[in-house]
C-alpha cells in the first residue's frame, strides 16, 4: 500500500503477514547501524499477536524496490489511557531508521498523516533518527546503561565496584544458589511468576502472559530465559534478548527474598558470562528513570548512564500519559502493590494490554 510519495521515493505500509515484506524489513534492521530488536518482525508481530495492537510499519522505498528508511509503528488501544501510535509497543527502543536525514523526515511526516487519518492520534518514538521540525523532543526522564563484557569471569568481577562486588561475592559463596538458562515451558513458568510477582511489588500490572510467550517463540535461539534458584524454588528470572552482539536483559525480576539472597546479582553476573560464551562483547542494562533506585542499582554494578531521547507529536500538542511517577496515578500504585497476587495477575494484563 503506498502511504505517501517525495520525489524518487515512495513510502508503503508492509504487510506484516507477508514473509516478504518481514524478510525485506529484517535485512534492512540488520545493516542500520541504530538497528534493534524492537525494530525487527519478530518484535512487531510477537506484539500485535500477544496484546491485539496491530503493527503499521512504514517503509520508504527506493525505484529499486530496495528499502531505504523503516518506522514501526503499533496503534496501542486503551479504554483507560486512549491511542497512541506507538514505536515500539512495549519497548524501550524504536523511532525512525533511516539513510538519510530527508528520508527520515519523509516517514515523520507519512506517519502525522495517518495519526491524523485515525483521528488525531498521538506518536511516540522511543530512540531513532531525529524526526525533523514539528516534534517534541522528550530528554531527561530516562537513561540507558551499556558497557562491554569483560574478558573472563575474573576481569568482570573487578569490572564491579568495591563495594558491589562484596555483594555479589556472598551470592557466589551460597551453594543452595543455582543457575539455569533455557527456553522450555516450565522456564516460562517459572520466570512469568517471579516476574508478576516482582511488578506487583513495585505496583505495576503484569503484561500478558503470551507476550513472553510469543517473544521467546519469534526470536527463536535470539532469546532465552535465566532462571536463579535457592534449593528448588526459583527466586530470579530473566527473559534476554541477543542482537548485533548485545546482551539484553529485558524482562526480570525476584521475589522477595532476592534482596536478600543477592539473586539478582548473581543472574546478571552469570548472564555476562552466558553472553561472553556465545561471543556477545556488549551488555545492555537497559532503560531506567533518572534518579531511580534502578538506575543507582545499575550505576553500583559499575554501568554508566547515558541520556536517552524521545519524541512526540500530536495534533492538539497533548500527549498520552502513562508515567507512573505522575501524582495522579500515585494512589493506584499503592493500592496496586497490596493486592493479592491472583488478582493482581488477573487484571494486570487487561490493563497493560493497553499501556505499551
Same mark, same amino acid.
Given at each position: 500500500?503506498?502511504?505517501?510519495?517525495?520525489?524518487?521515493?515512495?513510502?508503503?505500509?508492509?504487510?506484516?503477514?507477508?514473509e516478504?515484506?518481514?524478510?525485506?524489513?529484517?535485512?534492512?534492521?540488520?545493516?542500520?547501524?541504530?538497528?534493534?530488536?524492537f525494530?525487527?518482525?519478530?518484535?512487531?508481530?510477537?506484539?500485535?499477536?500477544?496484546?491485539?495492537?496491530?503493527?503499521?510499519?512504514?517503509?520508504?522505498?527506493?525505484?529499486?524496490g530496495?528499502?531505504?528508511?523503516?518506522?514501526?509503528?503499533?496503534?496501542?488501544?486503551?479504554?483507560?489511557?486512549?491511542? !497512541?501510535? =506507538?514505536?515500539?509497543?512495549? /519497548?524501550? $527502543?524504536? &523511532?525512525? *531508521?533511516?539513510?538519510?536525514? @530527508?528520508?527520515? %523526515?519523509?516517514? !515523520?511526516? =507519512?506517519?502525522?498523516?495517518? /495519526?491524523? $487519518?485515525? &483521528?488525531? *492520534?498521538?506518536?511516540?518514538? @522511543?530512540g531513532? %533518527?531525529?524526526?525533523?521540525?514539528?516534534?517534541?523532543?522528550?530528554?531527561?526522564?530516562?537513561?540507558?546503561?551499556?558497557?562491554?563484557?569483560?574478558?573472563?569471569?575474573?576481569?568482570?568481577?573487578?569490572?564491579?565496584?568495591?563495594?558491589?562486588?562484596?555483594?555479589?561475592?556472598?551470592?557466589?559463596?551460597?551453594?543452595?544458589?543455582?543457575?539455569?538458562?533455557?527456553?522450555?515451558?516450565?522456564?516460562?513458568?517459572?520466570?512469568?511468576?517471579?516476574?508478576?510477582e516482582?511488578v506487583?511489588?513495585?505496583?505495576?500490572?503484569?503484561?500478558?502472559?503470551?507476550?513472553?510467550?510469543?517473544?521467546?517463540?519469534?526470536?527463536?535461539?535470539?532469546?532465552?530465559?535465566?532462571?536463579?534458584?535457592?534449593?528448588?524454588?526459583?527466586?530470579s528470572?530473566?527473559?534476554?534478548?541477543?542482537?548485533?552482539?548485545?546482551?539484553?536483559?529485558?524482562?526480570?525480576?525476584?521475589?522477595?527474598?532476592?534482596?536478600?539472597?543477592?539473586?539478582?546479582?548473581?543472574?546478571?553476573?552469570?548472564?555476562?558470562?552466558?553472553?561472553?560464551?556465545?561471543?556477545?562483547?556488549?551488555?545492555?542494562?537497559?532503560?531506567?528513570?533518572?534518579?531511580?533506585?534502578?538506575?543507582?542499582?545499575?550505576?553500583?554494578?559499575?554501568?554508566?548512564?547515558?541520556?536517552?531521547?524521545?519524541?512526540?507529536?500530536?495534533?492538539?500538542?497533548?500527549?498520552?500519559?502513562?508515567?507512573?511517577?505522575?501524582?495522579?496515578?500515585?494512589?493506584?500504585?499503592?493500592?496496586?502493590?497490596?493486592?493479592?497476587?491472583?488478582?493482581?495477575?488477573?487484571?494486570?494484563?487487561?490493563?497493560?494490554?493497553?499501556?505499551?
Amino acid at each position: 500500500m503506498r502511504a505517501g510519495a517525495i520525489n524518487d521515493l515512495g513510502v508503503t505500509i508492509l504487510d506484516s503477514g507477508d514473509e516478504t515484506h518481514m524478510h525485506a524489513l529484517d535485512t534492512y534492521v540488520g545493516r542500520h547501524k541504530h538497528g534493534t530488536p524492537f525494530h525487527s518482525a519478530a518484535w512487531l508481530m510477537a506484539v500485535e499477536a500477544a496484546t491485539g495492537n496491530r503493527a503499521v510499519t512504514l517503509a520508504a522505498v527506493a525505484p529499486s524496490g530496495n528499502i531505504a528508511g523503516l518506522l514501526p509503528l503499533h496503534h496501542v488501544r486503551s479504554a483507560l489511557f486512549g491511542q !497512541a501510535l =506507538v514505536s515500539t509497543a512495549f /519497548a524501550v $527502543d524504536g &523511532g525512525i *531508521l533511516a539513510d538519510n536525514d @530527508r528520508v527520515a %523526515a519523509m516517514l !515523520a511526516q =507519512v506517519a502525522r498523516d495517518i /495519526a491524523t $487519518d485515525r &483521528g488525531g *492520534l498521538p506518536l511516540e518514538l @522511543r530512540g531513532g %533518527a531525529d524526526p525533523g521540525m514539528g516534534w517534541e523532543r522528550r530528554e531527561g526522564m530516562h537513561v540507558g546503561f551499556v558497557r562491554p563484557i569483560a574478558a573472563d569471569d575474573d576481569a568482570e568481577l573487578q569490572a564491579v565496584p568495591r563495594k558491589h562486588r562484596a555483594e555479589l561475592r556472598k551470592a557466589l559463596a551460597n551453594a543452595n544458589l543455582s543457575v539455569g538458562i533455557g527456553r522450555t515451558a516450565q522456564h516460562l513458568r517459572d520466570h512469568y511468576r517471579i516476574y508478576a510477582e516482582s511488578v506487583r511489588n513495585l505496583g505495576t500490572p503484569v503484561f500478558p502472559a503470551r507476550l513472553f510467550r510469543e517473544v521467546l517463540a519469534r526470536f527463536g535461539e535470539d532469546a532465552d530465559i535465566m532462571i536463579v534458584r535457592d534449593g528448588q524454588r526459583p527466586v530470579s528470572a530473566v527473559l534476554t534478548l541477543y542482537h548485533k552482539g548485545r546482551v539484553m536483559p529485558y524482562w526480570g525480576g525476584g521475589v522477595a527474598d532476592a534482596r536478600r539472597l543477592r539473586s539478582n546479582e548473581l543472574m546478571y553476573y552469570r548472564l555476562m558470562g552466558h553472553g561472553r560464551a556465545r561471543g556477545m562483547t556488549q551488555f545492555d542494562f537497559g532503560r531506567s528513570k533518572v534518579g531511580s533506585g534502578q538506575a543507582a542499582w545499575k550505576k553500583s554494578f559499575g554501568f554508566a548512564p547515558t541520556p536517552l531521547v524521545y519524541h512526540g507529536w500530536s495534533p492538539d500538542g497533548a500527549a498520552r500519559n502513562v508515567d507512573p511517577n505522575n501524582g495522579k496515578y500515585q494512589r493506584h500504585i499503592a493500592i496496586w502493590k497490596k493486592l493479592p497476587l491472583p488478582i493482581a495477575n488477573f487484571l494486570g494484563p487487561l490493563i497493560s494490554r493497553g499501556l505499551g
